[in-house]
């Protein structure tokens, strides 16, 4: 079954960019929406959704005010939004920032999602937002080492995730949004690096969250609908 709006939907990383996008967009079409975010935005403040600030997703006491947040709120779509980019190429490996992407990009989200579980249940659905860039079928160009790993690593947790909540009925979107105008692709605070819009971006990931069933959990698709090589 698709989800019905009005619904309760939680999204990370909501301050800026693709996440602020879907709050914005979810908050205009009637859903409950709690705006998870480390720090606020004027933008966010201003739409009138319920911010829920310092929610670093990748520490425990971020994850701990999550829950505490959200106590006793039954969540029909958890949206694991916030991630991050570095740039590791084979002339300058840096540990440091590889591990900081997995830590943010895949174990967060699992994480996360694990401590949420009792928000859910049946009908109730996950997503991630991954990249293709974790796509190994994909990978054509190379470089970026910290980031496909992260999201390479985001994808298979989250199929796994799909297979054990399958019997719970909770659905679970893999999502790669486009190449989008965010900061993440644009360091000079002009978006004019990306294909697509954060607003157009949200759209298309909101109408598959919509449509996503149990028949396809687990499927990695881009936001344009097409479905993705692992
Ligand atoms: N833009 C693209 O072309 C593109 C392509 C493929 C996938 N994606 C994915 O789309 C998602 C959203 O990215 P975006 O383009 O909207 O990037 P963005 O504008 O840079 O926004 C990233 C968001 O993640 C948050 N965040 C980062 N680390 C966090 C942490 N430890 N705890 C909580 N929040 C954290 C940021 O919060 P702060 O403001 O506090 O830093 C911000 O809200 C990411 O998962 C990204 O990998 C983007």
Redesign the pocket.
């Known amino acids: 079954m698709s989800t019905i709006t009005p619904s309760t939907i939680v999204i ?9 996008a879907m709050a914005k967009l979810c908050q205009q079409r009637g859903d409950t929406v709690y705006a998870l ?3 606020s935005s004027i933008a966010l403040d201003a739409l009138g959704v319920n911010v829920v600030e310092h ?4 520490t425990q006491v ?1 994850v701990n005010k999550a829950v505490s947040a959200l106590k006793g709120v039954a969540i029909d779509l958890l949206i694991n ?5 570095r740039d590791e190429q084979l002339s300058d490996l840096n540990q440091d920032t590889i591990l900081e992407q997995f830590n ?2 895949a174990l ?1 989200p699992l994480c996360f999602s694990h401590a949420l579980l009792k928000n859910l249940s049946a009908g109730s659905k996950i997503a991630f ?5 974790g796509s190994i079928t994909d990978n054509t160009s190379g470089g970026r080492y910290g980031y496909r790993m992260s ?1 390479a690593a985001l994808n298979i947790a989250a199929v796994s995730l799909a297979r054990d909540l399958h019997d719970e009925s909770i659905a679970v979107g893999i999502y ?5 105008q ?4 644009n360091n000079d605070g002009v978006l004019s690096n ?1 294909d697509i819009s ?1 607003d157009t971006a949200a759209e298309r990931l909101i109408t598959l969250m919509d449509q996503l069933t149990m028949a396809e959990t687990g499927v990695f698709k881009h936001s344009n609908g097409e479905t993705l090589p692992w």
């Open positions: 990370t990383g909501a301050n800026r960019g693709i996440g602020f975010c480390r720090q929610i670093d997703v990748a971020g939004n916030a991630g991050i980019l943010v990009n967060a937002i991954t990249s293709r860039m999201k790669h949004p486009g190449y989008v965010t900061e993440m692709v990306g954060a």
